[in-house]
């Protein structure tokens, strides 16, 4: 079965610090990696995503790292803020194709300490 | 949550009625999706529909069925609700141009007592 795996499960980061999250996917097919943000409440939002030509993305605070030979890609938030407390999502999928299914990863909790 | 409403927002019903919920979109996307999220289960897809009148089983989809009679309009309904069918429901969708980036509504919060 297909599966993104997440981790940590939770985190807590004091304000300025760097918070990373990664994940892990199986399928070498897949070519779509995004990263959502979700706050209580509310649906997830797309936060930032890459496609594996590339082996980093980064926007403002947030930075997606990833490596192809190993099948993994990570978040890392820069100077992380209160605001920035919330859960976050990996996910893979296809980036073409009638089959627009993404494999979710479980979620991270993110908490930042003032 | 911009182009995306899900109705209702919150709902109580009793284990055995029929319930359905309605995801609405103004953004003429060709994807439209229904997951539930519960805690420590992430977001699991129950249905997707890549099409009006073309639908697909995502991985819980059993008690779960859909329809998609028109682009803007996916409805989810169960069957014979259960209480193990109390979550939050989400509907997202995606544009055929724009890889697999999915757009979610706001949430429908089901319980079932």
């Known amino acids: 079965q297909q599966q993104v795996k997440q981790s940590p499960q939770s985190l807590i980061v004091q304000k300025g610090g760097i918070s990373i999250i990664n994940c892990a996917y199986e399928n070498t097919a897949f070519d779509y990696f995004p990263w959502y943000q979700q706050f209580p409440g509310k649906g997830p939002a797309l936060l930032i995503a890459i496609r594996p030509d590339v082996s980093e993305k980064k926007e403002g605070r947030f930075t997606i790292s990833f490596n192809k030979s190993a099948k993994q890609f990570s978040l890392h938030i820069m100077d992380s803020q209160p605001g920035d407390s919330a859960t976050y999502f990996c996910a893979a999928g296809p980036g073409a194709g009638n089959n627009r299914k993404l494999i979710w990863g479980l979620g991270t909790s993110l908490a930042v300490n003032p | 949550d911009a182009g995306i409403t899900q109705s209702p927002r919150h709902k109580v019903t009793e284990t055995g009625t029929p319930v359905t919920l309605r995801c609405h979109q103004t953004?003429?996307?060709?994807?439209m999706y229904w997951y539930r999220q519960d805690p420590g289960h992430g977001l699991r897809l129950i249905h997707y529909s890549y099409g009006v009148k073309d639908t697909d089983k995502g991985e819980v989809s059993d008690g779960y069925s859909v329809s998609r009679s028109k682009t803007e309009d996916f409805l989810l309904t169960l069957e014979s609700a259960t209480s193990s069918q109390t979550s939050v429901y989400f509907c997202?969708?995606?544009?055929?141009?724009?890889?697999?980036?999915?757009?979610f509504g706001p949430g429908t919060r089901l319980t079932v007592l």
């Open positions: 997202a969708i995606s544009d055929i141009y724009v890889a697999s980036e999915q757009f």
């Open positions: 953004e003429n996307h060709r994807y």
